[in-house]
């Protein structure tokens, strides 16, 4: 829980570098203190200095909305009081460090890999939401970094936010994977839009679709970044049912609430959920492994109880 919220914290910050530059770092390069956010995959290769005007306390954030791939022997340098511990490197996929580089700060992964070649060195750490790490076998160090000081403002004398939609552009469709095809064996009824920002769809010729397929375009970046933020906002709901069983259904009701199963999770038979008379009630479901879901089974909805 706390990787996702750093993830989700790093994420709010103000982007100051748009994705205007290019995608690849370094050549000889020099950037200054701020949050660099690149619209797709990128790169560093060669030597990247990062100038931190004198300021210990200075901040660089380096966001790349797609995989993140540094070059053998590429080199990342600190000067004027840049301080590995305020250095993040975030990609939306996986980390691929080549033989022989020198890097500086935190290599964050969010659900993909992260792979450190031989006679790497890396003053910083290795973070990942949901990807396996592997680091070279000869001559690697991997280094602490201390403590950052990352202007994330405190949150606990804050008012409660007013209810937004968390879900964004996530609303239009009805089926979207991040990464990943969608694929339709049978023929389907669906209201909404389909899309994969990483995958191919098909399948659905013989279907009736009421909406529009979205894959590797602006829709579907945007559709990524809001599917992520939700998935942050829902993950720091506070659990509020943390005893259930790790099986639901087969008739039982339940009433609003934040359910958090502690592993695979499954869904058989019929299920209400019952909103005492709320219509505002929200019903969250957190599995920390898989979901499956039995063939027949019923999720119903009742709001107005009568009884």
């Known amino acids: 829980m706390d990787i996702i919220r750093l993830y989700f914290h790093i994420n709010d910050i103000f982007v100051t570098h748009p994705s205007t530059r290019p995608a690849a ?20 290769g060669g030597s990247l200095t990062l100038d931190g005007g004198g300021n210990p306390d200075a901040v660089f954030i380096i966001k790349f909305l797609g995989a993140m791939t540094i070059g ?24 691929s460090v080549g033989a022989g580089s020198i890097l500086k700060g935190t290599l964050f992964s969010h659900g993909g890999a992260i792979s450190l070649s031989t006679n790497c ?11 396996e790490l592997t680091v ?25 936010a007013a209810v937004v939609d968390v879900f964004g552009s996530i609303d239009d469709f009805s089926l979207f994977t991040g990464a990943g095809a969608v694929t339709n064996t049978a023929t389907s009824g669906i209201i909404g839009n389909i899309g994969s920002n990483a995958g191919s769809i098909s399948g659905f010729g013989s ?38 069983a790790s099986g639901f259904g087969i008739g039982e009701t339940l009433t609003e609430g934040v359910y958090f199963i502690s592993g695979a999770g499954s869904l058989v038979g ?36 009568t009884s």
């Open 25 to 44: 770092f370094g050549a000889g390069e020099t950037i200054s203190p701020g949050v660099y956010s690149i619209a797709g995959a990128g790169s560093i």
């Open 270 to 305: 019929n299920i209400i959920l019952d909103a005492q008379n709320n219509p505002n009630a929200v019903f969250v479901f957190k599995f920390a492994g898989a979901f499956s879901v039995a063939a027949q089974s019923k999720v119903i909805f009742t709001i107005w109880n």
């Open 136 to 160: 070279g076998i000869c001559n690697t160090d991997i280094a602490a970094t201390g403590n950052n000081t990352i202007p994330i403002p405190c949150r606990s004398v804050s008012t409660p």
């Open 121 to 131: 060195d890396l003053e910083g750490r290795m973070l990942s939401t949901g990807g």
């Open 207 to 244: 279907s009736t679709i009421v909406g529009s397929s979205h894959t590797a375009n602006a829709t579907s970046r945007q559709a990524k970044m809001d599917l992520d933020n939700a998935y942050n906002q829902l993950m720091l709901l506070p659990n509020t049912v943390s005893t259930h």
């Open 72 to 95: 053998a022997t590429s080199r990342i340098v600190l000067i004027n009081g840049t301080r590995a511990a305020n250095v993040y490197w975030i990609a939306e996929g996986a980390i």
